[in-house]
């Protein structure tokens, strides 16, 4: 790989012995991709709380900032303490690892956006700008919807970027890999009524039925269609698979057109579907055996204002019988604060973290709440139903926010199948 003088500098350790491993770890993996060359990030977005703390300290030892960093949600240990959803040892070691990280975060001088949707924040990746980023969440989001070019890499290897500034010149980055190879066409379908669950449903199923690192265009939706909408449809797509460019012909970046989407190729292979494969996609989500609903989970990705306002009219003058977590950034929720929304969800008993609530939901998961933990959850979101089932161990329902809030207050689920038009 050619290296700049810099680059050379920072591998011989003159930059501290954090940032030449990580530029050794992005070498070795930009040669084993065949990349030529590397290239300067615009900024980073980086997960901490899931690294190994070994790790960890090798790789920020004797770090300084040499870009800016965002980060991923965190596990704010802190809270599930103050919540009583856990208490011993066990909160105390998650505690002191995730302050001697914390640490650290602030000596690198990074931004604790604690989001997976840091486009809500304002900070949005232009077309074509290079970003190195955690998280399958905020990948397939910043190359779908912001044209953004962003290669699908594993923690260690984002972090690294965010540590060096640097990352390899492959896949994503480079414009001949963007173009779809995947055509899906919806079969008499009629959306005009669809909600994000609908859209968060489509996006699962397509994401099931390609294989590899392949990009997708998708066909047959209005141009334009809202931003929450385009978002529920690309955000499932790693998770039951491994798309991480999703172009919606008339909406995203770099879909003004099929022709465009495609690079004006034929695409390998065309996914058509209907009412029967996306019924069957909501049969699987729905993962349960009773009617029992312990948790309801909102926030994967992080909740929107309007979502958060959505949730506090259905909860106005309302007690829950089910604990209830919604996932959202802090500067969100202090937005949702002055609005009166977060005090109408605490009345009725509701929570707020900037975590995960899927993965790291401490109601859920079981190395956390224990034998505290909830063992059903309901959502609106196909990529925290796949999680909270697979992940946590939990009985899963799926359905729209209306259903998942009356879940939450009556404890039952009284949901219907989607109906697709």
């Known amino acids: 790989m050619l290296l700049t003088d810099e680059e050379k500098r920072m591998l011989a350790g003159e930059y501290g012995p954090g940032v030449q491993r990580s530029l050794d770890l992005l070498v070795k993996l930009g040669d084993s991709f065949g990349a030529e060359r590397m290239a300067r990030i615009s900024y980073g977005h980086a997960m901490y709380d899931v690294i190994p703390e070994d790790f960890w300290g090798l790789i920020t030892e ?4 040499l870009t800016k960093v965002t980060t991923h949600p965190a596990y704010q240990p802190e809270q599930w303490k103050e919540w009583g959803i856990t208490s011993g040892s066990r909160a105390d070691e998650f505690i002191m690892e995730h302050q001697r990280k914390l640490n650290t ?8 956006t604690e989001t997976c949707a840091e486009y809500l924040l304002g900070i949005i990746p232009r077309k074509g700008e290079i970003v190195a980023m955690s998280g399958s969440c905020m ?4 190359n779908s919807l912001f044209g953004a070019s ?3 890499a594993g923690h260690l290897c984002s972090l690294a970027s965010c540590i060096s500034g640097r ?16 055509l899906v066409e919806l079969d008499d379908l009629d959306v005009a009524d669809w909600t994000d669950s609908h859209y968060s449903c489509l996006g699962y199923y397509v994401g099931e039925q390609v294989s590899g690192l392949r990009n997708v265009a998708v066909t047959g939706l209005s141009p334009n269609i809202p931003f929450d909408f385009a978002r529920a449809l690309v955000i499932p797509l790693p998770t039951s698979g491994a798309v991480t460019l999703c172009h919606i012909v008339g909406t995203t970046p770099e879909a003004s057109t099929l022709e465009e989407a495609l690079g004006n190729r034929k695409p390998e292979q065309v996914i058509k579907l209907g009412k029967g494969e996306l019924t069957d996609t909501w049969r699987r989500l729905n993962v349960w055996n009773d009617d029992v609903v312990e948790h309801v989970a909102f926030g994967c990705p992080h909740c929107t204002i309007d979502e958060i306002g959505r949730i506090a009219a259905l909860l106005e003058g309302k007690t829950l019988k089910a604990s209830l977590l919604i996932g959202a950034s802090v500067p969100v929720v202090a937005l949702a604060r002055q609005q009166g929304y977060v005090d109408t969800i605490e009345k009725a008993g509701g929570h707020f973290l900037s975590c995960c609530p899927s993965i790291s939901n401490p109601f859920l998961h079981p190395n956390i709440a224990g034998e505290r933990r909830a063992k059903s959850a309901a959502t609106d979101s196909a990529r925290a139903a796949h999680y909270i089932a697979r992940v946590c161990g939990a009985k899963t329902f799926f359905g729209t926010k209306e259903e998942c809030v009356d879940a939450a207050i009556s404890g039952r689920w009284k949901g219907r199948e989607l109906k697709w038009k």
């Open 139 to 142: 990948q397939v989001a910043s």
């Open 167 to 182: 990352i390899p010149i492959m896949g994503l980055m480079l414009p001949e890999n963007r173009y779809a190879q995947i």
């Open 150 to 152: 962003v290669d699908r």
């Open 62 to 65: 004797g770090a300084k900032p």
């Open 105 to 112: 975060v602030h000596r690198l001088g990074w931004l604790l």
